[in-house]
Each structure stands twice: as structure tokens, then as C-alpha cells.
């Protein structure tokens, strides 16, 4: 990982019909993944997960999806400390259980008709995968999943490509993990990002060429979804892609959308969702980031090149090298949408 200058900067974009769009600063990472082992012109690093190591946070660690392979597990120099051998894995999360450890899940879409949801346990200590089963996500594809701990269970949303979003609920008593499909929400076309918010128990889908919907996570709640943010060519253009989320106190925060269309990023004010700002990660030492599919953000120091807080970012163009995932510091990111 190379350590970089950060230089924030900013420009009022005028649309061609003259409408003055949102302003939209620059950000450079301050390091960048290994490249996956896919060839440069193949598109497979596709999305990332944060566990924050918090007595040693230099040590934390990054699991990441190759759609084509499998998952790595990367320090925060960037360097592969593992990789597992998964297939063809799409999206992945974690969440700290407790007892069971620092579960991973991973949208497994080796099946295009049967979509099942990978479980590992993280071991932290060695920075490796364990395997601890499967269990079925619904019926097509697999595309985004995103978890939400609820007591001992664990609530896996398996989003699927057609629109579908499965809500399962993962028993972790055991290290054999037992899945229930409890409800069945629906969106009319393709999605993929979503991001829980497990303070208010809602649930955030991205309806690729709508927008972002939020619904109540609650397993017996309705399945009537609202739209909380619409592709607008402005904040958001197409497609919506990953989705993460940033908490601040009992309710504050931010959402943060991946706005594939113009390499962005756009930041929404929880809990009412509010446009709070856009950045793009700029040319630098590591270089840009374009075609971003998945995004995660932490809170919290992870050492001296990110005090407060780490966001990544999938490069969908790392040329000459395969595909990879920058590192930012989210006060840079703070403090660019704030100038």
C-alpha cells in the first residue's frame, strides 16, 4: 500500500439542458488491494466486507469477493492473506455473532436457477476462511446479500437478480448453520446492492435503474417497500449499485450509494435520507476508481492512515492490472463533501 497526499477539490457540473447539477468532490485513496487473479480485461472483484480489529486496529481485515473464484482476505496494506476457492461468488457481508465468531456470508450464484448463501467463520487471529455450510437463498439468481444480527439468529437478505429479496433467517447455535426463509419482498426489476441499518431495523435495497427502496426488516413486518431515493441523472445515475452504511448516535449516520453511471459515490443524511453530499475517488498514487459495483464503510480508527473511519470502493478499471478495491479514509471523505 502506498501512502499518498490527500487533495480534495470540487466542481459545479452545468447539464446540457443548463440545469446545475450537485457538486461533486474529489477524494484519493490512500491504498489499493492486490488485483484478483482474474486476466486485466475480466470483470471479477465485485464486492467487499470490513471486519475492524479493535484492540489492534492496523490489523484489521477486508473479505472480498472475485465472482469468478472465490473470496480473498486482504490486510489493510492491501496484501492477500488468504484466499478460498468459492466459485462463482457475487456479494458477501459479515457481522460479529458473539459466541459463534465473525460470521461471512457470501450470495452464491454457481446455480442460476437455485441461489444458495455461503457461511463461513472468520478466523481472525490466522485471517482465514472457515467453512461452515450453506443454506438456500430462493429460487434464480443470486446477486446481493446483506445481514442483520437480531439476538442469536442471524437475518441474511439474498437479493436476486430478477428483483426478488429473500429474508433468511440463519440459525448459529450450531456449526452447522440452519436457514428458514421467512418472507419474500419484490422489486419489478434488476437489483443487487442493499445495506441493513439494524438501529431502526430497515432495510435498504438498490433498484438498479429506479433507485434505493427501504423496508422494514422485521421478519413478520409488511413487504411494502418505499422509495427513498430516485434516479434523478443528479444524485443518482444508473445504475445503483452497492450500498453501505455509516452510523453516527442512536439515529444520525449516513447512506452511501454507489452512482455507477458518473463513477461517483452519493452520500444520504440518515435516518431521513436527505442528499448530503458526492465524491468521487480521483487519480492518485493508486489511481481512480470507475464502475464501482460494491462499497463498504466502518466506523472508528483502523490506524494512521484511516483515524476515523475506512470506505472501499470495487475499481471495475484497474488497467493494466485486473480488477481490485481502493482504500479511502473516510475523514477525507468527510471533510471533501463538507468544503
Known amino acids: ?101 465473525v460470521i461471512v456470508v457470501a450470495s452464491d450464484r454457481n446455480d442460476p436457477t437455485k441461489a444458495l448463501l455461503q457461511i463461513y467463520r472468520l478466523d481472525t487471529g490466522n485471517a482465514r476462511l472457515e467453512a461452515l455450510g450453506a443454506v438456500a437463498g430462493g429460487a434464480g439468481e443470486a446477486y446481493g446479500v446483506c445481514l442483520m444480527r437480531d439476538g442469536r439468529a442471524l437475518h441474511a437478505f439474498s437479493v436476486l437478480k430478477d428483483g426478488t429479496v429473500a429474508q433468511v433467517v440463519i440459525a448459529m447455535d450450531n456449526d452447522t448453520p440452519q436457514g428458514e426463509i421467512v418472507r419474500t419482498l419484490k422489486l419489478a426489476t434488476q437489483t443487487e446492492g442493499c445495506v441493513v441499518d439494524g438501529r431502526s431495523r430497515t432495510l435498504y435495497v438498490g433498484e438498479e435503474d429506479r433507485g434505493i427502496w427501504a423496508f422494514d426488516a422485521g421478519a413478520g413486518a409488511s413487504s411494502q417497500g418505499r422509495l427513498v431515493a430516485q434516479v434523478d441523472n443528479s444524485q443518482l445515475v444508473a445504475d445503483v449499485e452497492g450500498l453501505t452504511l455509516i452510523p453516527v448516535g442512536r439515529k444520525g449516520g449516513y447512506l452511501v450509494a454507489s452512482s455507477q453511471g458518473d463513477n461517483a459515490y452519493t452520500l444520504f443524511s440518515l435516518p431521513d435520507m436527505t442528499p448530503a453530499g458526492r465524491f468521487r475517488i480521483a487519480a492518485g498514487a493508486v489511481g481512480a476508481t470507475q464502475e464501482t459495483d460494491g462499497i463498504a464503510v466502518a466506523p472508528g480508527t483502523f490506524g494512521g492512515d484511516f483515524p476515523e473511519g475506512l470506505f472501499i470502493a470495487q475499481d471495475g478499471d484497474n488497467a493494466p492490472a485486473a480488477q481490485n478495491f481502493k482504500l479511502v479514509s473516510w475523514r477525507d471523505v468527510m471533510r471533501a463533501v463538507k468544503n
Open 1 to 101: 500500500m502506498k501512502i499518498v497526499a490527500i487533495l480534495c477539490g470540487a466542481a459545479l457540473l452545468i447539464a446540457p439542458q443548463g440545469h446545475a447539477q450537485p457538486i461533486t468532490a474529489d477524494v484519493i485513496a490512500r491504498g489499493e488491494t492486490v488485483p484478483v487473479g482474474a486476466g486485466a480485461d475480466a470483470d471479477a472483484a465485485d464486492d467487499p466486507a470490513i471486519w475492524r480489529n479493535t484492540r489492534r486496529p492496523g490489523q484489521s481485515l477486508i473479505v472480498a469477493t472475485d465472482k469468478k473464484a472465490g473470496l480473498y482476505v486482504y490486510g489493510l496494506d492491501g496484501n492477500v492473506k488468504s484466499f478460498l476457492p468459492a466459485g462463482r461468488v457475487n456479494n458477501v457481508d459479515l457481522v460479529d455473532m458473539g459466541r459463534p465468531g
